[in-house]
């Protein structure tokens, strides 16, 4: 019972070490923070947060995610959500994520531009899928996301 209580130690120690760098914050808009409404603030984290949340441990190179309609309800357009699902298979291929799945996802920080945007820094960590590379993968990317006719909407590409 020792043997593994030590393990666990040492495996806890190496995560708290492998996440003490803390990466930058989302750049918030010239002149400071926006406050926006309160209601739009929390439709917009119900939102994100579950969209995030149906992402988490799904393969991203199968079509059971790509006709996941859920998914897809987060899109203005399917041209869209069509942009935004090859992009974020892409990233996630070129990062070694193992079977193209995150098995955490995070969102570490959001900003609004302005009453009717707002970006969202979101965090993937999934195992490496590269032969005889144990250990984990992390992608850091921006998501981009608009209040359009009552509803938070992803615009992928949007700079």
Known sequence: MTR????ARLLACALVWGCAAVPPPVEVPEGGGLAVLPERALSFQRRADGF????TGRRFNTLETFNDFILRDHFETLDLFYD???????????AHFEKSRPDWIEVEDF???DERTARVKV?????DGRPLRPGGVVLLRVD?????????WIRPGKV
């Open 4 to 7: 593994f209580a030590g393990l």
């Open 123 to 127: 965090r993937f960590e999934g195992a």
């Open 84 to 94: 935004y699902y090859a992009d974020l298979a892409q990233s996630l291929q070129g």
């Open 52 to 55: 995030y949340l149906r992402l």
């Open 144 to 152: 981009h996301w608009e209040w359009i006719g009552g509803t938070w």
């Open 111 to 113: 900003a609004f531009d």
